[in-house]
């Protein structure tokens, strides 16, 4: 009778812990747009899962009022925790106000609302897009000087991201006040292609119809840049060689272009946030708390050969895609 008390007990105090910490996860994503989003998507997904925490996830379709839905919908819910990354920067003051009055913990991920100082946070994680888009231009400039062309005119174009979101609005920012800094190049022209292959194909197609010479493509993604590189194809020209390609977020596609010599450079923006994730929301179980400040990942820049300068002190060098590509998970 008493093993029969002790091992009930023992049971109890099991189910209560695991009650305690059987968490239910409200995600509101944007949508699949890009490999990069697929991949930032199943991360957070899976380590929800792994973890034991029921997910209550929602593609938004790259549609603000989809994620306005969701967002209420996990509120009504009375879900324990809202991920939210959104698809554009603003309109969304009212309802992240909603989340702080129903006193459900808000943890921003990726991409950072403009609202940013007017709501509560648990805390915030994502990519410097400033930074990133410095970089592209950063190392093109280390690159064209190590060619032998630094002091040469170069005509640049730019696909941008959609438009209002959170990447295209500081990459843009980025790579403008870095060109500053080289008189030398031009942007010639930008147009956005949404993130996806398929706009970024059909873009780089209008540039090349209506643009003589064309030395350089900015690309705010990769997908964007893998479309263009088919454009460029369909053109006769050599991706690569006849224009320079420089991408950004790094995923595997962007490397095998790079050891294919179809494009130049990618400068990384990692989408596996769950070693960042889980801990967070662990802690915050436990009572800590993590201030305000937007947590970024070390990054790093991607090329042919490495060894080209990218940070703005000179010291982080490039890293040879060859030498990484089959460590690339996504």
Same mark, same amino acid.
């Given at each position: 009778?008493?093993?029969?008390?002790?091992?009930?007990?023992?049971?109890?105090?099991?189910?209560s812990?695991?009650?305690a910490?059987?968490?239910?996860?409200?995600?509101s994503?944007?949508?699949q747009?890009s490999?990069?989003?697929?991949?930032?998507?199943?991360?957070?997904?899976?380590?929800?899962?792994?973890?034991?925490?029921?997910?209550?996830?929602?593609?938004?379709?790259?549609?603000?009022e989809?994620?306005?839905?969701?967002l209420?919908?996990?509120?009504?819910?009375?879900?324990?925790?809202?991920?939210?990354?959104?698809v554009?920067?603003?309109?969304?003051?009212?309802?992240?106000?909603e989340?702080?009055?129903?006193?459900?913990p808000?943890?921003?991920?990726?991409?950072?609302?403009s609202c940013v100082?007017?709501?509560?946070y648990?805390?915030?994680?994502?990519?410097?897009?400033?930074?990133?888009?410095?970089?592209?231009?950063?190392?093109?400039?280390?690159?064209?000087e190590?060619?032998?062309?630094?002091?040469? $005119?170069? /005509?640049?174009?730019?696909?941008?991201?959609?438009?209002? +979101? =959170?990447?295209?609005?500081?990459?843009? *920012? %980025?790579i403008?006040?870095?060109?500053?800094?080289?008189?030398?190049?031009?942007?010639?022209?930008?147009?956005?292609?949404?993130?996806?292959?398929?706009?970024?194909?059909?873009?780089?197609?209008?540039?090349?119809?209506?643009?003589?010479?064309?030395?350089?493509?900015?690309?705010?993604?990769?997908?964007?840049?893998?479309?263009?590189?088919e454009a460029?194809?369909?053109?006769?020209l050599?991706?690569?060689?006849?224009?320079?390609?420089?991408?950004?977020?790094?995923?595997?596609?962007?490397f095998?272009?790079?050891v294919a010599? $179809?494009? /130049?450079?990618?400068?990384?923006?990692?989408?596996?946030? +769950? =070693?960042?994730?889980?801990?967070?929301? *662990? %802690?915050?179980?436990?009572?800590?708390?993590?201030?305000?400040?937007?947590?970024?990942?070390?990054?790093?820049?991607y090329?042919a050969?490495?060894?080209?300068?990218y940070?703005?002190?000179?010291?982080?060098?490039?890293?040879k895609?060859?030498?990484?590509?089959?460590?690339?998970?996504?």
């Amino acid at each position: 009778m008493k093993k029969l008390i002790a091992l009930v007990l023992a049971l109890t105090l099991v189910l209560s812990a695991s009650s305690a910490f059987a968490l239910t996860i409200g995600f509101s994503q944007i949508g699949q747009e890009s490999d990069w989003r697929t991949a930032n998507t199943d991360n957070v997904c899976n380590a929800i899962e792994e973890a034991g925490w029921e997910l209550v996830y929602s593609d938004g379709q790259q549609k603000q009022e989809n994620q306005v839905q969701a967002l209420r919908s996990f509120i009504t819910q009375g879900v324990d925790y809202i991920l939210f990354t959104g698809v554009v920067t603003t309109g969304w003051d009212e309802v992240l106000k909603e989340v702080n009055e129903a006193e459900i913990p808000l943890i921003l991920l990726d991409r950072i609302p403009s609202c940013v100082d007017d709501i509560e946070y648990a805390a915030a994680f994502g990519g410097d897009f400033v930074e990133e888009g410095k970089r592209m231009v950063r190392w093109l400039a280390n690159y064209l000087e190590k060619e032998g062309r630094g002091e040469e $005119e170069i /005509n640049i174009v730019m696909l941008e991201g959609t438009t209002g +979101a =959170d990447a295209q609005v500081g990459r843009s *920012e %980025g790579i403008l006040a870095e060109l500053e800094n080289h008189p030398n190049m031009t942007l010639v022209e930008s147009q956005t292609g949404n993130f996806t292959r398929a706009e970024g194909q059909q873009v780089m197609e209008t540039f090349l119809n209506s643009i003589d010479d064309i030395d350089v493509l900015l690309a705010q993604n990769d997908d964007m840049a893998l479309g263009a590189i088919e454009a460029i194809k369909s053109a006769g020209l050599k991706p690569g060689e006849d224009i320079i390609i420089i991408g950004c977020d790094s995923v595997k596609a962007a490397f095998e272009a790079i050891v294919a010599g $179809e494009m /130049n450079c990618t400068v990384e923006c990692t989408p596996l946030y +769950a =070693d960042f994730l889980i801990p967070t929301i *662990e %802690g915050l179980e436990a009572g800590e708390t993590y201030g305000r400040d937007i947590i970024h990942p070390e990054e790093y820049c991607y090329d042919a050969e490495g060894g080209i300068p990218y940070t703005e002190d000179g010291e982080a060098l490039s890293i040879k895609a060859a030498d990484v590509i089959d460590e690339r998970v996504y």
